[in-house]
């Protein structure tokens, strides 16, 4: 569950128990799901901070339950039986783009796809991602459940398929943003107030370039893209790894504070990345333009069996 769609349930959560409980019955409720209460309302005797306060610090699962519980409509109630941690088809550490397409551009979508992982980005091509031998529905469904952003390959047809229109809908009930690629169609209906990335005559490392400048700007993906960017980094097996992560962190124009101070908190645990001064460097120069603390650098330690050490 993403973070902002915990702290929108539990708001729900909340507002939905200070209507129709008082304190102690929402204590005696709530402790039936293993909540240790207090007294009662700390902040201006507002129940709905209250609520929010006991839950901020409880696993998904416990608010999961209580809002399914409340018959409180989610985005993970859609099916509950799936189990999204079991997605293979995601690439760990990565940023995850559902690819909706028509069979005609299934061409298009497995290069695409390709592409698209010198971004960071995971992306899922139904004929590319699900095994022979598994539901391919289910799987669709997991991966619609779990995406961070769906991309439609606009092509003629694209709105009389089967699939297409249903994996856009959920994406949109999902408040998923939503990257329309007009490949000889204008976005249509609700996705037309998307801007779509126009491809014709563009090559498809362009395209996968455009695609990702707008999940690093967007305001609904920016976050999570600079987050697995940062992630990568700190993983890195290698500098020129690490520094082709960077760069593309540094095209970014503006990049969330949060995930440039994990950067700098763990890029000295790196022993890898940390004797790169390249690297040390242009990290820096990144902190320094978004007027951050830098990463310290740490003299050279003593060479004990230097001749010039004193006796």
Request: include cysteine; hydrophobic fraction near 40%; proline fraction near 4%.
């Amino acid at each position: 569950m993403k973070r902002i769609e915990r702290l929108n349930l539990i708001s729900i959560i909340g507002r939905r128990l200070q209507a129709d409980m008082t304190t102690s019955d929402i204590n005696a409720y709530l402790a039936e799901f293993g909540l240790d209460c207090r007294d009662g309302p700390t902040t201006v005797g507002s129940k709905w901070v209250y609520v929010k306060d006991l839950l901020g610090g409880e696993p998904d699962e416990t608010i999961l339950k209580i809002a399914d519980e409340l018959e409180i409509d989610h985005a993970l109630s859609v099916r509950r039986d799936l189990n999204l941690a079991d997605s293979p088809f995601w690439a760990g550490g990565h940023f995850r783009l559902f690819l909706s397409h028509v069979s005609a551009s299934k061409s298009s979508a497995a290069r695409l796809q390709r592409q698209l992982r010198r971004y960071g980005t995971s992306a899922f091509v139904a004929h590319e991602d699900i095994e022979p031998t598994k539901e391919w529905l289910q799987e669709i469904e997991k991966a619609l459940l779990s995406m961070d952003a769906l991309a439609a390959i606009l092509t003629p047809g694209f709105g009389d398929s089967k699939w297409t229109d249903q994996e856009v809908g959920i994406a949109l009930g999902r408040d998923v943003l939503v990257v329309p690629l007009r490949k000889g169609l204008d976005p249509y209906g609700f996705v037309a107030r998307y801007q779509g990335v126009q491809t014709e005559g563009r090559t498809v490392g362009q395209v996968a370039a455009e695609i990702f400048h707008i999940l690093a700007t967007n305001q609904k993906t920016r976050r999570k893209m600079a987050d697995v960017l940062v992630g990568l980094i700190l993983s890195a097996s290698c500098n020129s790894e690490a520094e082709h992560r960077l760069e593309l962190l540094s095209s970014v124009p503006k990049v969330p504070t949060e995930s440039l101070e994990k950067l700098r908190e763990n890029f000295r645990g790196t022993r890898v990345l940390i004797s790169s001064q390249s690297l040390l460097r242009d990290v820096n120069a990144l902190l320094e333009r978004h007027h951050l603390p830098q990463v310290e650098t740490e003299e050279a330690p003593v060479d004990a069996f230097a001749d010039d050490v004193p006796f």
